[in-house]
């Protein structure tokens, strides 16, 4: 009984401080947690795929791909923000579950691969249509809310707010169940009667859609992005990272390592140039081989049946 | 130029980037099909290589391709490096580990490349290096050709040693039959060692080669993996037999659509990667067993 | 009743002829064996059963229905179940949840999501698990993890239960208590396929006994017929599981 009060206790100070944070600090922390709180979105949607044994590279394609439909919406057929990341969600959702039919035979390191291949040719095709995207030139919005960054923190708050209800669901519902079974042995898991193709496609489309959400908040925060950054591989991999390190298959893990690899992310940038992603790269290689199971560890205990 | 001339360019273009391709794409195909180890840290080697051999040839005037046995041989002991310290400790560790472990190593030695050498491109400036020679019209860079030639003759050893001698022998066996290997007597660590070995040897190579007709830069490594990985999946994953004629597939495809397509050279980045979703979509139909 | 009808089922496998034209029904409420020298295609045949490999050819009809383009999680929600040679225990879940599994997705009328607890845990008494019903697979012993095994597909609420090699590895006393639990599980209705290589287990267990060579049915009956018949001697013949145990 005591853990879990603590336990709550500790949930509701967290709280607490996210909220009341913008009003607390500086711009500059504004906007260095306004990015933490992004990441903490994509991580968790990375997570959401590899609960059920997905490793994607594909939420960096769902990421650009969220920022350009809301960006290329709002600009060229003038519709306002919400239904400008609406559109770009339903898009996300048709790719998604196209993408998941296409590849739903492919485990593990294949599906890895065609995940990665997914987000490149996004890449190109926004490249190579400037007349729909500004090609390599980019794309550039107004900013977001008059560039008022408590509004700012407070859309990107609620989409991680919702991203982590998604995740405790799936953690504490029959969602936990199927993927734990499907992470041992997909054919066992379908002999037992779980519907595996239906469990892969909804944890996919989940990360997609969370993925896209954060992209599409991203290029209106920025007010302008190009394809080689909205479809760069470094910050998929780096919310890659960010969930391993904290801790898969986890709600807790995914924003933990965000903000941990954030601040030091931030605190290398300032003392060497480049040299954060070489941390990313160490942490990612030490992670695996001293850490497998991140900050928080897997704790079966707090989930279903209990 | 007539159109003819044009298409005989294209494919000679095609044809004369595809031993490259092969040499990288083997070394992938060898680990992959030996070791079942998708190693996305291999580009990176060649790419480390690059640089080596621009090192020493703006150093000492070396050319690269006559470092190539040299280069080969340190390389080799850099895979089996490789092997001992990080591959062997994730090979039981599943596949995500593994994907992830090498993805690491791979961000960690491109970001290392771009904190030395910087992100300008840097290219070795050989005598021959804009030497052509015309057949029909058609201009063959006599690099390239050289280039081609010496991967045809490596391919060739490779396969004779994989089909003639023992070490051959006992890399194929383990990689058809792991557990029948071992009963025999094979000894599956060190073959997975020599792979690895000569996996990381032959991306040396390539890397070296790079240096020569194309440029060296910290991103160009995972260009090549993911080239690679286009080639490996097309040829049948881990077959290093079929390496030949996807690379072949691969670097002809490319040079069409970079000369025949409006703004083709862009497009020309997508194809390999359509060609890993196409490849892999179309092999999945193999239905998974227990 | 006939529960299950598989009708002129052919699997290859590259060029290798797994199942090669295969026939026979199950009546319900019998125990069946399936026996047959290595390789000849035992286990094979309940990968059909259970929809895991599809058929090259043939059909398989299930209470009436036919079931052969059926995916697996389709046919366990009709009644089949089954358990693997090789235990295959989910082994980031606890032994509870493994039942869990089983109980939530297992059947097309699914546990009420507040009694899964207690019926996983009335499963679990059944197979004598209830003691270890917190620990993880890896936790567990090899009789253990057979019986994790059954409790599984029972918890699937299976009219047919396929189970393949139950007694490999175990001691003659552990199979005793197996014995005794399948016999038990019959009488409650379930109809029972077994593929079995001890054949005390068989001679015991199963009113009819259908043996396998290269794919094909070589005979059918009841087990003293078959075991007496000449054909299934010579195709055991040189076959390390000999008829004699």
Known sequence: MKKYSLKYILVAAAAILAVIFPFITGEYYRHLAILTLMYAVLALSWDFAARAELVSFAHTGFFGLGAYTSAVTFLKLDFPLYLSFTVAVLLTIVVAIALGYLTLRLSGIYFAIASLAFSEVLLVVALQLPKVTGGAMGISVPSLFGGMRVYCYGLILGILALAVVVSLYLERSHFHLAFSAMRTSPSVASVLGVNTVRYRLSSFTLSAIFSCLAGAFYVHYTTTTIPYEAFNLNIGVASMVMAVLGGLYSTVGPVLGAIVLKIIEEYMRVTIPYGYMIIYGLLLVAGILFLPKGLVGVQNKWKFLK | MYAGQLFGQALVNGILVSGIYALAASGLALAFGVVKFLNLAHGEFLMLAAYFGIIVFSTYGLDPLLMTPVVFILFFILGAAYYKALVKPVLKAGELNQLLLTFGISIFLQNLALLIFGGTIRTISVPYRTHTISFWGINFGTARLFILLLSIVLLVLLYQVLQRTRVGRSIRAVSQEPEGAALVGIDSESVYLIALGIAVGFASVAGMMLSIIFQAEPMVGFNFTLKGLAVVVMAGLGNVYGVIWASLLLGITESFIGVFLPNGTGWSGAIFFLMILGGLVVRQSRVRTI | ?245
């Open chain 3, 1 to 245: 009743m006939e529960i299950l009808k598989i009708e002129n089922a052919r699997k290859n496998f590259g060029g290798v002829k797994a199942v090669d034209g295969l026939s026979f029904s199950v009546q319900e409420g019998e125990i069946l064996g399936i026996i047959g020298p290595n390789g000849a295609g035992k286990s094979t045949v309940f990968n059909l059963l259970c929809g895991l490999i599809p058929v090259d050819a043939g059909r398989i009809v299930f209470l009436g229905e036919d079931i052969t383009l059926l995916a697996p999680h389709k046919r366990c929600h009709m009644g089949i179940g089954r358990t693997f040679q090789i235990c295959q225990p989910f082994k980031e879940l606890t032994v509870l949840g493994n039942v869990a599994v089983a109980a939530v997705f297992g059947h097309s009328k699914p546990v009420h999501p507040g009694k899964v607890k207690k019926y996983s845990e009335e499963v679990l008494a059944k197979v004598n698990l209830s003691s270890k019903k917190d620990l993880y697979p890896a936790q567990l012993t090899t009789p253990d993890l057979k019986l994790l095994e059954i409790a599984r597909a029972l918890a699937t609420r299976p009219r047919l239960l396929l189970l393949d090699e139950m007694m490999a590895g175990l001691l003659p006393g552990e199979c005793d208590k197996i014995l005794d639990l399948i016999k038990g599980i019959n009488r409650e209705g379930i109809t029972v396929i077994l593929v079995e290589h001890v054949m005390r287990v068989v001679r015991e267990l199963c009113q009819r006994v259908i043996v396998m060579n290269y794919g094909q049915k070589l005979c059918e009956g009841c087990y003293e017929d078959v075991t007496g018949d000449e054909r299934v001697i010579e195709a055991y013949l040189g076959q390390e599981e000999t008829v004699a145990q």
